[in-house]
Structure formats: structure tokens, C-alpha cells
């Protein structure tokens, strides 16, 4: 069976009709096995003719020694497969919540993915985090429940925990045979097939599942070997169940299935695919990547159910002039429009990774950077296979590929036909929440060390470098401590550069508890010739429903965008209720841009200010000493003095925590959360073990793992996601702004 599959895909075109292609990523919770997947399709499509493992760094996709060295996928990283006459775009991203922003900008590009679940833990906190993000996306996604073959592994109640956490309608379109080290196989429940993998092998054998002798006929290739006859009547009763849930969400599925009080095998495909398309159901097959069963029923499905780059809707952006939106096509025809999404410097070229929308880009071409107004040159594309490329002539709507020339590019940036400019979207980018001051131990090392930080940025649009403007030191801020670690690890083994790093610390931010109201500030400035005239009214309030709450500490935990996956965006509102034209509207929008330029730095601790509302309600204007210039400065000075009128409050950046340990070390771990001002929202026994939530300050989880190992032996485990920012209490609020 997946001989012949092998040989259709080294022999297709290379270069399939648009209907053909799939572009979608791998997504899931760390160590779900998301890179053991993706390995495994490229063994099964023929790409590589030798089974890549984690544990021995011999992954196609985890090519960098860090990823090696650390076991975890770091960056995300693009490879090319066929299967059955389609060509397979496909990403591995980043499970580790420290490198969210690697899959914000995958799902950005991608029509559609899939999320790998582990069959033992279900759904886990970043799995719930990178559903999410996919959500805002809307990227149709297919569930697979990965490693049935560990102990304790149990489909129904990984599908309970997919239902229960992402509110999901399950479709559940395999069942298992076998349990744990007995799971030898999976029945085809749309086509009411068994298909088992005999011990030793990497083939399955067929076995049709309908017919009055319930295991019916074998596959005429294959060796006829009996499959248990009572798996025939569990596997009718989870199709009728399939059937019946498919027939709720799709109206013709529905008519067949009042007709004839069953679903035809077309009928209930058509029925997965659009529930797939539309997001109102999920397809859940199962598995295990290590052994290699359910890879290639995994690759049909990616064919048969999740959207071609035709099946997305036309790409839209912002036309010429920055005022009405246009849309492309997925044709090549069109004019060009890409996005540029991963950014890499390599030791021989600088690699811009592109995602195709419309149009036809060719070697040679000149494309215009709709945001910056500059033109660049295309001197080379090539076709990525993690780190190995293949040189192309083109590429079209629908293609993810590298181009070499470009020399401004960033991921967000727009490329597009000089003569049909159109800025599309670019992904999300999220405030750091951790920051480490970095120098190099010599001092003749200063130079190189800013040009490897500047590269680093560029590579990776989450950090963020500074200079601390009351020590002079230079600060690199990020999403965590590993993301921190490995950027600094990557600076001394790319650069040879020794370096110092300080302890990291956190990213405060500043709140209004209690506002103003009728602030005067009046700007005069008079110095010969054309003077500076500006006055303002404003009010100042604490942002209601801007934040998400939650307990902590008795406070409430503002979550920036109401998903708690940490996407910080700064929490401002600014409005005008000036009437009778006393501050006219290019005034109340230079005014506004004042403002926010006065939240930079707020009046505790210079911390970023957050989560308040603005409103201008009265104003003057000068005839001839008014400007836009004025305003803006005004602006700013009324909402410093606003800000220090005002009740305020420190807010600090914390995290949600599974710790899974022992049943006999719970007592000493809930002790220590508390003392790490950890508030538990809840626990799960299973097994043995204990899985303890609770949110943490961010400040407090710094070594966390070492002690936690400490205290249990070894055998204790956890994961953190980000969830949005909390009060601090007054007394560690004086220790910080004592500092």
C-alpha cells in the first residue's frame, strides 16, 4: 500500500494545479511529538529514505545544534512533499511557549494545519495556546492524536479533553486497535476499513469492514492475517455516531441521512470537508508518529480535507493611497502580492521566506516593499527543505518559498507588482515580557556584539534590543528565559563572541486605578517669529472591559486581548466629546498622537502605561500659533500631569502553571507555589500523578525548574503560558521601584 503511494509522489509533476497544494503546519503542545510527525510524512512521501529521530538529532526539520543539543523545536522550519498528486507545503513549529511568535507568523501564511494532541495528557496549556492563535487566523484544522501507544493512552478521553477545553465538535474519524503497547492498528470509520501494521513493518494491510462475515476481505497485496471479529460491531456504532454528528452540521448529509437513515461514504466526506472548511467540526484521527501507524491515513486526510490555496478566500490588503481595501486572487495572472513571514542570516546570504497570494514572481523580478516605498530585486527563489534549497525559475499564487536578494525585507513586510501596490496584513508581534542586560567581555568585542544583536532582531521580530538610559547597559528583551537563552547561545556560538549576561528581569507595566477629570494644560511658547499655541481638556479613567479579569491575589489579571495567550497589546482607548469645531480633527488626532507618546514611560517607575481611556472635552486654538506640532506637544504634557494626578498601580506579568509530579510530592510543591505568591486554581489526579494549575508571577518562576527537580526527584515536570498581567502587591511593588 504505501510502496505505491511512494512511487506515485516522486513521480508527480512538479508543479501541481493550484487545487492540489496544501499549505499547513504542524501545531502543538511541546514534546506532543509534532517533529516525529512531521518526519515521519516526509519517510512516507519519499522525501527521505531514512527515519529521522529526536532523541538521536537526526531530524530533517530540527537542523540547528541548539535544536539538537536541547531536544525541542526552536524555529520554524519550511519542507516540500508529495502525496497522491499534491504537493505538500508543510511548517514544524515550535511547541515551547517562549516561541509563540514563530507560530503567530507561520499561521499568518498557512490555509491550514495540523494539531498534534499527545494521547496521554490531551489537551495541554500551549496546545490550547496555539489553537487560539489559529482561531484568530482561521485556519481550518484536522486533530491528530499522536503516541497511542504509551501507557495510560486513551483516545476518548484525549476527544473529551479536545470537546471540554477548545469547545470543539469532535468528529471522530478513526478507532484504535489495540491499547497501549497492543495498538496495532486503526479502523478507517469513513470507509469502513481496518488497516494494521503488522510488528516489524512499515506497511499496513487492508481489511475492509463491512460484508455479513464482519472482517471481510483482505487487500489482494497483502498477506491475510485475521483482525479481531468484535471490533466490527464498536466500529458500525462509531460510524452510525459519525454519521450522525456529521448530519447536524451539513445540510445535505442531513437530507441523505432522513432518507435513508445512513450516509454514503461520498456524502459523509463532503460533509467532513466542509465542517473542516467552515470550522464548525473537527476531524480527530489517531495514532502513533515513533511507531509510524496512522501517518499515511493522516496524509489522505490532509488531501481530502483541509483547504487548497482555492479554497481560501482572496487575499486582502490595503491599496494604493492607504485608504480603500483590494483584494487578489489565488491566480497566477494577478499582480504579484506576497508576504514575507521568516527572515533568516545565514553565513552565505541573507533568506527572506515568502508566501505567494497572487501573481507569478520570477527570478530577476523588481518588487516593491509597500510599506518602506523601496524596490528591490529578486535574484534567486529556491525551494526549502528545512536547511537544503532547490533553485526555481518562479514561483506562483499558492507557493511558500525563500528568495535571496532582498536586502530590507522583515517578516510583516508586503511585496508587490511596482505598478499594483497593495500592504497586506502583517502578523501580530507581542511585548516582550523578559529582559536580560547583555556586554561583551571585551571590550574590542563592543562593535561586532551590536551588529549580532541587530541581525538577531532582524531575524526574529520579538526581541527587542535597548540601551538603558540610566546604566548605559544594553538590554535584550523576549518572551522567556529559554528565549533569551537561546538567543544569547546563538550570539556565541555564530559570532565567537564571549559575552556577560545579567539576571533576568521582567517587564513591568503601570495601570490607572482611579483617574481625573477636567485636566488644563495650555502650551504657549513664544521665542520670535511663528509661536506654539495649544490648549487642552482631558479626562482620564481606567479602561473598563479593555482587560479580561481574572483572580489573582485578590487583584484582577488583565489579559490584553481576552484570550490569555499572552499577544500583549498596549490597552488604550482615546476619544473627543469637543463640539462647535473648538479643536478641529487634525488637532484631536495630533493630540491623540501625544498621548501616546506619554505612555512610554509612566509616573511609578517609568514602566510602559496600560489599560486607560482618554477623552478630549475641550480645547482652544490660536489663529496663527496653532499647529498640529503644538497639539501633539500638548498632548503628551497633559497626560504626563494627568498620569500623576492619578491613583496608580504596578502590574506585572504572569503565567498559568501545570506542574504534573508524584502524588507524594504534591504537599511540598503547592507549598512552594505559595511561596512563590502562586494562587492554585485547580488539580487532576491520573495515574500516580498530580497535575497542579496555578498562576505565577512571571519574577518568581526564574530557576524554577531546577528547584522543582529538587523537590521531587526528578520526576516532576511543568509548562507555563502566558496569561496577561496582575496587580503586584504593595510591598514587592516598594522592592521594585526601589530598585
Known amino acids: 500500500m504505501r510502496t505505491s503511494r511512494r512511487t506515485l509522489a516522486t513521480t508527480t509533476a512538479s508543479r501541481p494545479a493550484l487545487t492540489s497544494v496544501r499549505n499547513l503546519g504542524i501545531l502543538a503542545h511541546v514534546d506532543a511529538g509534532k517533529t516525529t510527525v512531521t518526519e515521519r510524512i516526509l519517510f512516507a512521501t519519499g522525501s527521505v529514505h531514512k527515519r529521522g529521530e529526536v532523541h538521536e538529532g537526526t531530524t530533517v526539520t530540527d537542523y540547528d545544534d541548539q535544536e539538537r543539543d536541547r531536544g525541542i523545536t526552536i524555529f520554524a522550519a519550511a519542507v516540500s512533499c508529495t502525496w497522491d498528486g499534491h504537493r505538500i507545503n508543510l511548517i514544524d513549529t515550535p511547541g515551547h511557549v517562549d516561541f509563540a511568535d514563530e507560530v503567530e507568523r507561520s499561521l499568518r501564511v498557512l490555509d491550514g494545519a495540523v494539531a498534534v494532541f499527545d494521547a496521554v495528557a490531551g489537551v495541554e496549556p500551549q496546545s490550547e495556546s496555539v489553537w487560539r492563535q489559529a482561531d484568530r487566523y482561521g485556519v481550518p484544522r484536522i486533530a491528530f492524536v499522536n503516541k497511542l501507544d504509551r501507557a495510560g493512552a486513551d483516545l476518548d478521553t484525549a476527544v473529551a479533553s479536545l470537546r471540554e477545553r477548545l469547545g470543539v465538535v469532535p468528529l471522530v474519524a478513526q478507532l484504535p486497535i489495540g491499547r497501549e503497547d497492543g495498538f496495532t492498528g486503526l479502523v478507517d470509520l469513513v470507509r469502513m476499513r481496518a488497516l494494521v501494521w503488522p510488528p516489524g513493518s512499515d506497511s499496513y ?76 467540526g473537527t476531524v480527530v484521527l489517531c495514532g502513533s508518529a515513533y511507531r509510524n501507524r496512522g501517518v499515511e491515513p493522516l496524509l489522505d486526510a490532509v488531501a481530502a480535507y483541509l483547504p487548497s490555496p482555492a479554497d481560501t478566500p482572496p487575499v486582502r490588503g490595503t491599496a494604493a493611497g492607504g485608504r480603500e481595501q483590494e483584494q487578489r486572487l489565488p491566480d497566477p495572472g494577478e499582480p504579484v502580492a506576497a508576504l514575507a513571514f521568516k527572515v533568516a542570516v545565514t553565513a552565505t546570504g541573507r533568506l527572506t ?24 530585486r529578486v535574484a534567486r527563489i529556491l525551494r526549502v527543505q528545512a536547511d537544503q534549497h532547490t533553485e526555481l525559475e518562479q514561483a506562483q499564487a499558492g507557493d511558500i518559498v525563500a528568495v535571496v536578494g532582498l536586502k530590507t525585507a522583515r517578516a510583516g513586510t508586503t511585496l508587490c507588482a511596482p505598478q499594483a501596490p497593495l500592504l497586506l496584513e502583517p502578523p501580530a508581534v507581542a511585548d516582550p ?31 527587542v534590543v535597548r540601551s538603558d538610559p540610566e546604566t548605559g547597559q544594553t538590554v535584550l528583551s523576549g518572551m522567556g528565559e529559554l528565549h533569551l537563552e537561546v538567543a544569547v547561545e546563538k550570539i556565541r556560538r555564530d559570532h565567537g563572541l564571549e559575552l556577560a549576561v545579567g539576571r533576568p528581569q521582567v517587564s513591568y507595566r503601570e495601570t490607572v486605578v482611579r483617574g481625573v477629570a477636567g485636566l488644563v494644560h495650555r502650551h504657549v511658547k513664544q521665542d520670535g517669529g511663528a509661536g506654539q499655541f495649544a490648549h487642552v481638556v482631558i479626562d482620564v479613567e481606567p479602561l473598563e472591559g479593555g482587560q479580561d479579569t481574572a483572580e489573582h491575589d485578590g487583584g484582577p489579571v488583565g489579559r490584553a486581548d481576552g484570550r490569555g495567550d499572552g499577544r500583549a497589546e498596549t490597552v488604550f482607548a482615546f476619544g ?83 506542574v504534573t509530579v508524584p502524588d507524594e510530592a504534591v504537599g511540598a510543591v503547592l507549598g512552594d507555589l505559595a511561596a512563590r505568591r502562586g494562587r492554585v486554581s485547580g488539580s487532576t489526579g ?45 510591598a514587592v511593588a516598594a522592592e521594585v521601584l526601589a530598585r
Open 205 to 280: 494491510e487492508t481489511y475492509e469492514m463491512r460484508g455479513t462475515g464482519g472482517v471481510g476481505e483482505a487487500s489482494p497485496v497483502t498477506e491475510v492475517t485475521e483482525v479481531d471479529a468484535g471490533l466490527r460491531a464498536e466500529a458500525d456504532r462509531r460510524r452510525r455516531l459519525l454519521e450522525e454528528t456529521a448530519a447536524e452540521l451539513h445540510p445535505a448529509a442531513l437530507e441523505e441521512f432522513c432518507a435513508t437513515d445512513a450516509l454514503s461514504d461520498g456524502t459523509l466526506a463532503l460533509a467532513l470537508r466542509e465542517a473542516t472548511l467552515d470550522g464548525s
Open 353 to 376: 521566506y515568502v508566501r505567494v497570494y497572487s501573481g507569478t514572481l520570477r527570478k530577476g523580478d523588481t518588487v516593491l516593499d509597500a510599506g518602506t516605498g523601496r524596490t528591490e
Open 433 to 463: 515580557v523578559v529582559s536580560v542586560a547583555v556586554e561583551a567581555r571585551r571590550s574590542t568585542d563592543t562593535g561586532r556584539l551590536a551588529s549580532a544583536l541587530a541581525r538577531l532582531v532582524e531575524e526574529d521580530p520579538s526581541l
Open 576 to 658: 473627543s466629546t469637543v463640539v462647535g469645531g473648538r479643536v478641529p480633527q487634525e488637532y484631536v488626532r495630533a493630540v491623540e498622537a501625544g498621548c501616546r507618546d506619554a505612555l512610554a514611560d509612566g509616573p511609578l517607575g517609568g514602566y510602559p502605561v496600560t489599560g486607560l481611556r482618554v477623552t478630549l472635552t475641550d480645547g482652544a486654538t490660536h489663529s496663527k500659533d496653532s499647529s498640529e506640532m503644538a497639539f501633539r506637544t500638548a498632548g503628551r504634557a497633559a497626560l504626563r500631569a494627568a498620569l500623576r494626578a492619578s491613583a496608580m498601580a504596578l502590574l506585572e506579568p504572569v503565567a498559568e502553571v501545570v
Open 686 to 730: 491520573r495515574s500516580g500523578t498530580t497535575a497542579v494549575t496555578a498562576v505565577v508571577p512571571l519574577a518568581e518562576l526564574f530557576g524554577y525548574a531546577s528547584r522543582l527537580r529538587s523537590r521531587t526527584q526528578g520526576r516532576g515536570t511543568f509548562t507555563t503560558r502566558p496569561a496577561g498581567l496582575a496587580p503586584v502587591p504593595e
